[in-house]
T-cell receptor, first 114, second 114 residues
Framework: AQTVTQSQPEMSVQEAETVTLSCTYD???????LFWYKQPPSRQMILVIR??????QNATENRFSVNFQKAAKSFSLKISDSQLGDTAMYFC???????????FGAGTRLTVKP | GAVVSQHPSRVICKSGTSVKIECRSL??????MFWYRQFPKQSLMLMAT?????????EQGVEKDKFLINHASLTLSTLTVTSAHPEDSSFYIC??????????FGQGTRLTVV
């Protein structure tokens, strides 16, 4: 079974600064997707960024980028130019090609301070 | 992106009664939907995988007689919490995958059993 580990329960960053959230995972599969989801106080899950495991190039979406290290099974999220609206819970998630179900890490609560 | 609608967003029920939560994929067909439970300040825990036209697959420790799942069509899955008790109070979220590339989440349902 796949496991996803987020070792940072809480993080904070000053507005306009950069912050990196960590995620590691364990799997024996070779083909899978990795995601970062944001969950604001409304509790709606919002996709931040997605990475296909077969792609070596790190995914980027505007201020959000990942550092995907497949051999190390690491998938960190970097948020540049942090904004107050980035304050939320962030979940790292693993999606298996085979099982088609998504597994989540424990989450990191990010607070952006003005 | 695709839209998944979950209803109701909030429900309060008396202990011993049953409550049904609906999850609809509005603009795509979902052969598989997933039901998660989220306790306060915790991650999403997969409860069961809902398969259209067949029985749901439950995660270990989830009572299938307590949490009845029906996936009668390609756009609708329902979760019925039977004989609800206060410990069933939680936030329930559904998701549907479009292919294997991404999961789309409903808005969630906050269940309070009094």
């Amino acid at each position: 079974a796949q496991t996803v580990t987020q070792s940072q329960p809480e993080m904070s960053v000053q507005e306009a600064e950069t912050v990196t959230l960590s995620c590691t995972y364990d799997t024996s599969e070779n083909n899978y997707y990795l995601f970062w989801y944001k969950q604001p106080p409304s509790r709606q899950m919002i996709l931040v960024i997605r990475q296909e495991a077969y792609k070596q190039q790190n995914a980027t979406e505007n201020r959000f980028s990942v550092n995907f290290q497949k051999a190390a099974k690491s998938f960190s999220l970097k948020i540049s130019d942090s904004q107050l609206g980035d304050t939320a819970m962030y979940f790292c998630a693993f999606l298996s090609y085979n099982n088609n179900d998504m597994r989540f890490g424990a989450g990191t609560r990010l607070t952006v301070k003005p | 992106g695709a839209v998944v609608s979950q209803h109701p967003s909030r429900v309060i029920c008396k202990s011993g009664t049953s409550v049904k939560i609906e999850c609809r994929s509005l603009d795509f067909q979902a052969t598989t939907m997933f039901w998660y439970r989220q306790f306060p300040k915790q991650s999403l825990m997969l409860m069961a995988t809902s398969n259209e036209g067949s029985k749901a697959t439950y995660e270990q420790g989830v009572e299938k007689d307590k949490f009845l799942i029906n996936h009668a069509s390609l756009t609708l899955s329902t979760l019925t919490v039977t004989s609800a008790h206060p410990e069933d109070s939680s936030f329930y979220i559904c998701s549907a995958n479009q292919g294997i590339t991404e999961a789309f989440f409903g808005q969630g349902t906050r269940l309070t059993v009094v």
